[in-house]
């Protein structure tokens, strides 16, 4: 049975043919509360774009917000079913949506909403931008030389959730195959091992690494870097910077620099060289924080971009302030870095940041620039008049300790 209640006044928005979008002014955009911290930084979220669009249109735009439901408020409104097919449905259908953060059980339990999402809907990019705000605490010298874009590919990899548990009937048929048929000798305890499998294909790393390059393109920027661990995992994340490469050659003209690997190639919007380059996931963790003016587009596989994503974000400031989107060729869902902080849920404390940044970007793709101009102006604001919640406030001086939905208020104070 339907549990979403569609607003009467709002419109769709929709996907040309070109795959521009149809934004009308009062967009019908679905949004899923959240676990967790989800009580506290959705509204907040809601109150403060709600503000910006009212402000950057003098009215005449106004977002009609649809609440739609997964993780624990669906179990309980659509009686246990924790991923509803209405749920996705709409997602598809309404084409932009934003959702909190949803609590996936470590080890036993369901699989993650986070990636059933990504996966059944196929948004295969996840987006996160990384850059500092001004008088944000960071434990990082030169915080300001931070700004990097992370496109994660998002439907493939160790999370494609293709494991077998140890001791299982499944795991040790794997395992007899691998014996038997593949000739392999090299699991070192074959009796109780669990088994994982790691697909990453040509297909999907090209149409990722594809995204990157373009929005390197058109947003001018320097380089890309392919990010992969390929000296131990040959033919996943070995043959990911390949195929990187070799994208680069066949789309977009790049030849290879001193003979490669690196490439380089002429944006042709601006005339400057743009590099593609590479570089081993775990020399990659400590360059963007020694050197970090040296990367600015990174593209990487699952997992080692949901690693790059936190260890960015504390570089300037921590995962209350890393927004993030997942997109596919015309559906787009935000979502923050962070998850569901159970510890914080229900105390109105943690930091809506993250959710709201994402949210700004959500504003810049339906081109509603005006206001996702303001939320920056009011977040910026905000942080340089040191009103913060506890995450900032404990690691600034003088600052004052604002509460997750102060802090939205201060946001929208500054937006004037
Ligand atoms: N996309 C999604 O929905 C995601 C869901 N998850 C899920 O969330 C659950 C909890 O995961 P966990 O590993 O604890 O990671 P979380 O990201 O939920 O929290 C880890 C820590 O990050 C800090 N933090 C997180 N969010 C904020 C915020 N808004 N403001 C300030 N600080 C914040 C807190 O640090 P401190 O303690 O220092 O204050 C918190 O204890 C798990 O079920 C996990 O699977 C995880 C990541 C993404
Ligand atoms: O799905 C989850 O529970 C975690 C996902 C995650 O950490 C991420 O997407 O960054
Ligand atoms: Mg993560």
Redesign the pocket.
């Known amino acids: 049975m339907g549990h979403i209640q569609v607003p009467a006044d709002g419109e769709k928005v929709t996907v040309n043919s070109d795959g521009s979008l149809n934004v009308p002014n009062r967009p019908v955009i679905p949004f899923i509360e959240?676990?967790?911290?989800g009580v506290d930084?959705t509204p907040v979220m809601r109150k403060v774009i709600d503000a910006a669009v009212e402000k950057a249109s003098a009215g005449d735009k106004k977002i009609e917000w649809m609440e739609i439901y997964c993780g624990e408020k669906a179990a309980e409104t659509y009686a246990g079913d924790w991923f509803p097919a209405e749920t996705l449905e709409a997602i598809k259908d309404y084409v932009v949506s934003i959702?909190?953060?949803?609590?996936?059980?470590?080890g036993g339990g369901f699989r993650?909403?986070?990636v059933a999402l990504r996966q059944e809907l196929d948004l295969y990019v996840c987006q996160r931008p990384v850059r500092w705000f001004s008088g944000v605490p960071s434990p990082v010298k030169e915080p300001n030389k931070v700004d990097m874009v992370i496109f994660r590919e998002n439907s493939e990899d160790i999370y494609a959730g293709i494991e077998w548990k140890a001791d299982s009937d499944e795991a040790k048929k794997v395992i007899k195959f691998l014996q038997d048929e593949m000739d392999v000798k090299k699991i070192r305890f074959p009796e109780h091992c669990g088994i994982g499998i790691k697909p990453v294909s040509s297909e999907g790393t090209k149409r990722l690494v594809r995204k990157a390059i373009q929005y390197a393109v058109d947003q001018d920027r320097d380089s890309v870097t392919l990010v992969h661990k390929g000296n131990i995992m040959k033919f996943t994340e070995g043959a990911f910077a390949d195929w990187g490469y070799e994208l680069a050659r066949d789309e977009f003209g790049a030849q290879p620099l001193d003979g490669g690997p690196w490439h380089s190639f002429k944006n042709p919007k601006t005339g400057k060289e743009i590099v593609i380059k590479d570089v081993i996931a775990d020399a990659m963790l400590q360059q963007v924080i020694l050197r970090p003016a040296e990367y600015d587009v990174i593209a990487t596989l699952n997992l080692n971009g949901d690693y790059l994503s936190?260890a960015l974000a504390a570089q300037v400031g921590?995962?209350?302030?890393a927004p993030g989107a997942n997109l596919s060729d015309d559906v787009a869902l935000f979502?923050?870095?962070?998850?569901?902080?159970?510890?914080?849920a229900g105390q109105d404390k943690?930091?809506?940041?993250?959710?709201i940044l994402s949210a700004e970007m959500m504003l810049r793709h339906l081109g509603w620039n005006e206001a996702a101009d303001l939320v920056i102006k009011g977040v910026e604001g905000a942080i340089e008049a040191k009103t913060v919640?506890?995450?900032f406030e404990r690691l600034m001086d003088g600052a004052e300790l604002k509460s997750?939905s102060a802090f939205g208020d201060e946001v929208i104070k500054h937006m004037a």
């Open positions: 959240g676990d967790g911290i930084i959702k909190g953060p949803l609590t996936t059980p470590v993650s909403l986070n936190d921590g995962i209350g302030i979502e923050a870095t962070h998850g569901t902080a159970p510890k914080y943690v930091n809506p940041g993250s959710l919640t506890y995450d997750c």
